[in-house]
């Protein structure tokens, strides 16, 4: 058997016994020796925290050592300092700056998590509406159906039926146009009925509705 390669640089696994009883002499310990184990364990753990919040950490140690030094006496070496000062200022706001980018970014694949997770649940509604619509939508599992279209509705899922869209402008952007005919009782360019129901998610489209668009009298 081939012995596995050894890593000098690898931090060896700290584990930190917080039992009160020796189990060797059976004694009481001494609580000092725990706490002190106890205090370098958290010291280690630290040690890899969140790097972004490490770097933080250092730039403003670096910020704030360098606002409590005296000025100097002038000398050549201040215009050095001077520099040193504004390359910390530049890399603080540039950090910042990258600070922004990640939590925007970590925004916006949390957005696109619901975004997928609800797109993967319409057919799911649309059996509901199916059951709905042929009068089966009762007892418990009606009671579900109304749960899950709460939870769902909580995160941002709107609905667009016909109860919140006939008579409505037709809107491109949101609605398909199946038919177009002429209606007596709803103006041209408003929606007649509704095909299918359709779903936004915070103003994006999950599926358009799809709809008849009245023509006005002609």
């Known amino acids: 058997m081939t012995d596995q390669p050894h890593n ?11 039992r009160r009883i020796d189990p060797e002499t059976g004694q009481l310990r001494d609580q000092s020796d725990t706490e002190a184990e106890s205090a370098e364990a958290e010291q280690a753990s630290s040690e890899h925290a969140d790097p972004l919040s490490q770097v933080e950490d250092i730039l403003n140690a670096a910020s ?4 409590e030094q005296e000025a100097p006496e002038p000398s050549a070496d201040t215009d050095q300092a001077a520099e040193l000062r504004e390359d910390l200022q530049r890399l603080q706001a540039e950090f910042v700056n990258y600070r922004r980018r990640v939590d925007r970014d970590r925004d916006v694949a949390k957005d696109n998590a619901k975004f997928s997770m609800l797109e993967s649940l319409l057919p799911v509604l649309d059996d509901i509406d199916a059951a709905d619509a042929a009068g089966d939508l009762d007892g418990p599992f009606a009671a579900i159906a109304r749960k899950l279209l709460t939870t769902l509705e909580g995160v941002g899922l709107v609905k667009q039926d016909g109860e ?27 929606i007649v009925q509704v095909f299918r129901n359709g779903y936004l998610y915070n103003e994006r489209v999950l599926r358009a509705a799809q709809v008849m668009v009245s023509a006005g009298n002609e």
């Open 64 to 67: 704030a050592q360098a606002s």
């Open 164 to 190: 919140t869209l006939v008579g409505e402008p037709f809107d491109p952007a949101h609605h398909e146009a199946m038919l177009r005919q002429p209606s007596q009782e709803v103006d041209a360019e408003h």
């Open 8 to 18: 000098e640089d690898q931090e060896p696994i700290r584990f930190t016994d917080k």
